[in-house]
């Protein structure tokens, strides 16, 4: 291990270098990766410019990860994010009278990985996202995880540059961002809630790198416009009818909280035309809301209203259509059911799906008839890094070291740098396409946290803010202040009297009734600082990509302070570690 990740590790206040396994440290450093860096923005285009509009290169593509029926018929695959476990003793001996939420068929048409390109000329950085209930960048069973999928993908582009003639390089592991839409109805690649066979993992892993490759593959010279409408929140006093029109999209959970009403209710739309024939290339949507339109009561494997969302832009706008996730923490999607009478079943559930998804359609065409092209010269950049925080969530720890007993075995590696102890390892990422930022956390990030970084980071055009980027941990609170209400709804009910619960049992209460784990948030909290700690990354990242001074927005944060360490790492240090041993024959299911 290298002297400044020793000194990071230390500074994390949980290990230090000297207690650190040697074999993650030798193995670390038999197999060499390449980080990645963040360079200084230019101020000129490498493409010539057509009709004074920068010029990029833009490629689209998606592949199934749809399990085949053999997979689904031996009843182990289950559906993530209700309840918890597979009521399995030990993960083999089944509850008598249960059975948990394993999924019994396709939806529609399923879920898919999707991927997108940019380039300037010089760089190519690439999103990704896979419709699962979540993804963790590394897996104890073998090399199937996000950053297995990132640097494969790298690897696979790396050689097909080497052999054709392409007008865009080959993007770096560190410049390729990959998440997972959350949906609630996606396959449980998390492991808590029953998981998946081990195969399954190894067919995300493959389809997710054909489907980067393919957007690599496919790129052509393009023009980029960008336009955001509002979504609306519930219960918020401003509104937004220009904005499509139609009820609010939103919810926020904590609604009666005043230190947490801010809300990531922006609806970002980015378009590519081709400059040959000004052809739709692709339509990209980044929206916060979370993917539970459909309930527990579901249960066939979709990437619920992502999924449809994207059908639709496709079939709209052509080429193709991608919905990235943003900011979930306490996001939740306005539900208005299914209008039309009489339909049950899976024709029930697709009609929630599509009417909500035909509402974010109307938002979406709002901010496409009211988008700009991309301001500023070509320019793209992403990088990642890698943060290093002591977790403090029991529930965490529990699922990870002893989750088998409980029927709720956490898959995420054990090791460092991803967990040894209680230090927990991840990925940050920062990115720019022209005037637009890119932040990306690898949980379900409170809006504040992005919020800060918009405030901190001004004049930019649009600001993307990627969820569960690069990995998947959970609710991710900041700053401290936002910390008491998730805390208190997770023990108790609703709202205090009068707006509340009128009564609890016996007689009124003034904080709420009792509802042990009524709320998640706090419970799948992975760390009280880690929040903090990923809004200063992202400040930090937001300096690199634009050239300025790395302590440019972090000096300005008083929280930074505690994290300054954290400025050893070089940008794309997480991409440097060995992949995971492949122990598919150990753990055959999560």
């Excluded at 992502?306 to 943003?326: H, I, S, T």
């Amino acid at each position: 291990m290298n002297h400044r990740l020793s000194v990071a590790v230390a500074a994390a206040g949980v290990l230090s270098a000297a207690v650190i396994p040697a074999a993650a440290s030798s193995t670390a450093a038999a197999t060499p990766r390449t980080a990645g860096s963040a360079a200084a923005p230019r101020t000129s285009d490498v493409l010539p410019r057509v009709h004074g509009k920068a010029v990029y290169l833009v490629g689209g593509a998606k592949r199934s990860i749809n399990p085949p029926k053999g997979m689904l018929a031996a009843k182990d695959f289950y559906l993530g994010g209700y309840g918890l476990g597979d009521y399995k003793v030990g993960n083999e001996i089944q509850v008598p009278g249960t059975s948990g939420r394993y999924a019994t068929g396709i939806l529609g048409d399923g879920a898919h990985s999707h991927a997108m390109m940019v380039s300037d000329g010089r760089r190519t950085i690439a999103f990704g996202q896979i419709e699962t209930q979540g993804y963790f960048a590394s897996y104890k069973q073998g090399p199937f995880g996000i950053e297995e999928i990132r640097h494969d993908a790298a690897a696979k582009i790396a050689k097909l540059a080497a052999r054709h003639k392409h007008s865009a390089p080959a993007p770096t592991a560190a410049q390729i961002l990959v998440d997972s839409d959350h949906s609630h109805g996606g396959p449980d690649t998390v492991g808590v809630w029953g998981g998946v066979p081990t195969s399954y993992l190894r067919l995300v892993h493959d389809h997710t790198v054909s489907a980067l490759v393919a957007a690599w593959r496919h790129m052509h010279r393009a023009t980029l416009t960008y336009g955001v409408a509002h979504a609306g929140v519930e219960s918020e006093h401003k509104r937004y009818p220009a904005s499509g029109g139609g009820g609010p999209l939103l919810t926020n959970q904590f609604s009666n909280d005043p230190k947490n009403q801010v809300v990531d209710d922006q609806i970002r739309v980015l378009q590519a035309r081709t400059v040959k024939g000004n052809r739709l290339l692709g339509t990209y949507v980044n929206f916060s809301s979370h993917p539970t339109v459909l309930g527990s009561d579901n249960t066939k494997v979709t990437g619920d209203y992502v999924g449809r969302l994207n059908r639709k832009l496709a079939k709209r706008y052509g080429g193709f259509g991608f919905d990235q996730v943003g900011t979930l923490g306490r996001t939740q999607p306005a539900r208005t059911g299914c209008s039309k009478p009489n339909r049950k079943g899976s024709r029930e559930y697709l009609c929630e799906l599509d009417e909500y998804a035909a509402r974010v359609m109307a938002k979406v065409r709002y901010a496409v008839h009211h988008a700009r092209p991309v301001r500023g010269p070509a320019i793209v950049g992403m990088s990642s890094y890698l943060l290093l925080d002591p977790a403090t969530s029991p529930t965490l720890l529990t699922l990870l070291y002893g989750g088998t007993v409980i029927g709720a075995p956490a898959a995420r590696a054990i090791g460092f740098p991803w967990f040894t102890g209680a230090l927990l390892g991840t990925t940050s990422y920062s990115g720019r396409i022209g005037r637009l930022l890119i932040s990306g956390g690898p949980g379900e990030m409170y809006p504040q946290i992005v919020a800060k970084v918009r405030h901190s980071v001004r004049g930019m055009q649009g600001y993307l803010n990627i969820g569960t980027a690069g990995d998947f941990l959970g609710y991710i609170v900041a700053p401290l202040s936002a910390y008491p209400e998730p805390v208190r709804r997770s023990v108790l009910s609703g709202d205090p009297p009068p707006n509340g619960d009128p009564a609890c049992g016996a007689g009124d209460v003034s904080v709420g009734c009792p509802d042990p784990v009524g709320n998640d948030n706090y419970f799948f909290n992975v760390s009280h600082t880690f929040g903090l700690r990923l809004t200063c990354s992202l400040l930090r990242g937001a300096a690199d990509q634009l050239g300025k001074v790395a302590t440019t927005y972090t000096s300005a944060y008083g929280p930074c302070e505690s994290f300054t360490t954290d400025a050893l790492l070089p940008p794309g240090e997480d991409t440097t570690f060995p992949p995971q041993p492949d122990e598919s024959a150990v753990y055959p299911h999560l």
